[in-house]
């Protein structure tokens, strides 16, 4: 899954995006720009209930370096 974000927001979701086997790749995205694409398993926007209009937040794991 492709979540598409702009401002904290989800803007666009492509669900259950194939991985690209030949070239060239189709492109994805929404009409609108997003400052951010967030990419996620395959059906994990569903499952976490993630929808267009859902306000993400993505904060840095200050265990990592």
């Known amino acids: 899954?492709?979540?598409?974000?702009?401002?904290?927001?989800?803007?666009?979701?492509?669900?259950?995006?194939?991985?690209?086997?030949?070239?060239?790749?189709?492109?994805?995205?929404?009409?609108?720009?997003a400052d951010a694409v967030l990419e996620v398993g395959s059906g994990e926007a569903a499952r976490l209930g993630i929808r267009v209009g859902t306000e993400l937040r993505i904060e840095r794991d200050?265990?990592?370096?």
């Open 62 to 65: 200050s265990t990592l370096r």
């Open 1 to 33: 899954d492709m979540l598409f974000v702009n401002q904290g927001r989800v803007i666009a979701i492509e669900a259950a995006v194939p991985v690209c086997s030949n070239l060239p790749c189709r492109s994805y995205g929404p009409a609108e720009d």
